[in-house]
């Protein structure tokens, strides 16, 4: 759980990295969308670093997916015993909506795949250039009010995940220790929602046409 989720972490930033493109312009991030498919050539065929990366993030979303199901499981035996009364008052917000909260992302996943990588959805102009596709997708307020609720969630599973991850691997065995790591929940959470955001907002409120 703890590896997996941190290789996600890497991934989103990446990601938002590249989605912040678009804020240099069409050009820019027409430029950065070809290059992610031609990485790698003559070594690679043509989009294969693109599936090198994808086959990574598929076993990792596996890897995910079946700790959080085996971890639920443990949790929910667990509670059988009624050894201990829990004190939900005494946990966050973020890491009382773990579970539901990583449904809903892998929810959300599917219908990004269908969206931007498929391009499946009929709610979407999939002619001209990715930064076009991009523009015509966040002038949709409804689209645009998706990605924020989604980014929310994202931002709620990170602040806890980091910290969880960090505890998992042993990172935080002083007070000083627990202290950073919880900084770094907060941080990851904070950078990786407004940059998303970034983006979608700006296109909405005509500041990217």
Known sequence: MAVSGLFFVFYVLLHMYGNLQI?????AFDTYA????????????????????????IVALIAHAYSAIKLWGRANHARQNRYLV??????????RTMRWGGIALLLFVIFHLLHFTIRSLPITEYSGSPA????????????????VLAMIAL???????????????????????RGLAKFAGIVVAAVVVIGF???????QFGIIQ
């Not at 804020?23 to 050009?27: K, N, P, V």
């Not at 955001?197 to 296109?203: N, Q």
Request: hydrophobic share 50%; proline share 6%; aromatic share 8%.
């Open 23 to 27: 804020l240099a312009g069409h050009q």
């Open 34 to 57: 070809h290059h992610l498919r031609v990485l790698g050539e003559p070594m690679l065929p043509y989009e294969g670093a693109l599936w090198v990366f994808r086959i990574l993030l």
């Open 86 to 95: 829990k004190n939900a008052m005494g946990a966050s917000l973020s890491s």
């Open 132 to 147: 076009a596709m991009v523009v015509h997708a966040f002038q949709n307020p409804l689209m645009t009010l998706i990605y």
């Open 155 to 177: 931002g709620m599973h990170l602040h806890h995940g980091v910290w969880s991850a960090c505890q998992t691997l042993g990172f935080t065995n002083s007070a000083k220790s």
């Open 197 to 203: 955001l970034i983006p979608p907002l700006a296109i």
